[in-house]
């Protein structure tokens, strides 16, 4: 889950002492309104992907201290939250939609009350805001089915498809950093999930086209955009010759065929070879060529044809 919920509110004088670790004056529990929440979880979202158990352990720490903000805006003035606390729990009872055991990583946050913030916490309290987002990056992607890294050309697996009755889903492993958390109004939606930042190598330009035909949803990187790009001027340099080539074969089998007196009018000809691919061409044009010689054999350009008198040897004279 990509995706997480404010599940519940919570005062105690521990979390005031973590809260006003972070705070330039010590703050009262009637100053505070805290609320937990559900950042993340190891079950597979609707992107076919999941973080590991490992990862949530990661994120455990690397989260402590972000700032909560408004769709995943970063400006200063979308900043609403703060989490000072969190905690990886294992839900007895609860499983994964693979069927491993459902962990979760929950935080505690902080709100300030005052005037500006009396709506906010009106909203969390009624349901209105509820759903979360979290932003972060991952070193790798390993796909479930082969254990490479997903993203590249060692996998040929795609997220989402079944092999030999198995899912396909990319483990985001290795976290790296903790950007924010978000409170989002459609978390369900495309992209609405994590920001994922992979730190990789470029894909392989097999991996890309593989990637391209797939029915998922694919982010190419600058590197990969430009290696893209790099591909298509190439194909189009060759598309130019390649269609230089079909002009010039068709233009050879019209010229033989005239030659050969096939007896196929011009302009009949002219929608022929138009309709041909190129193996064929090539084909006709040979057929064509060999008749054309036939009609008007090749000669050297110093050839003389001699005359001999029959009992004479005179060729034979120097």
């Known amino acids: 889950m990509k995706n997480g919920l404010v599940i519940k509110s919570h005062e105690n004088e521990e979390d005031l002492k973590l809260i006003n670790q972070y705070t330039r004056k010590d703050l009262s529990i009637d100053e505070v309104y805290t609320f937990s929440v559900v950042l993340c979880d190891n079950d597979i979202d609707r992107d076919f992907e ?133 409170f989002v109004a459609v978390p369900a939606q495309v992209n609405a999930g994590v920001i994922k930042n992979f730190k990789k190598g470029e894909i392989s330009m097999e991996k890309i086209i593989s990637c391209l035909k797939s029915e998922g949803d694919f982010t190419l990187t600058k590197g990969d955009k430009a290696k893209l790009l790099s591909y298509i001027e190439s194909l189009e340099r060759e598309a130019e010759e390649g269609k230089a080539y079909r002009k010039s074969l068709m233009d050879d089998v019209k010229r033989f065929a005239l030659l050969s007196k096939c007896g196929i009018k011009a302009d009949t000809m002219e929608t022929i070879v138009k309709a041909l691919p190129i193996s064929q061409l090539r084909e006709l044009k040979d057929v064509y060529e060999k008749q054309a010689s036939k009609e008007f054999p090749i000669k050297p350009q110093t050839y003389v044809e001699r005359k001999t008198t029959e009992g004479n040897n005179n060729q034979f004279t120097i």
């Open 50 to 182: 999941r973080f590991t158990v490992e990862s949530l352990f990661s994120l455990q720490e690397l989260f402590v201290g972000k700032t909560g903000i408004v769709d995943h805006n970063p400006k200063a003035e979308n900043q609403l939250a703060r989490i000072f606390k969190t905690e990886v729990q294992a839900v007895e009872g609860k499983f994964t939609s693979s069927g491993d055991q459902y962990f979760r990583l929950t935080a505690g946050a902080y709100i300030p009350v005052n005037d500006n913030t009396k709506n906010l916490i009106d909203k969390i309290e009624t349901g209105i805001l509820k759903e979360i987002s979290v932003g972060c990056a991952v070193k790798s992607t390993i796909c479930s089915i082969c254990g490479n890294d997903i993203n590249s050309s060692g996998c040929n697996h795609h997220r989402g498809e079944s092999y030999g009755g198995e899912l396909c889903v990319g483990e985001l492993t290795e976290p790296t950093d903790a950007y924010e958390w978000s």
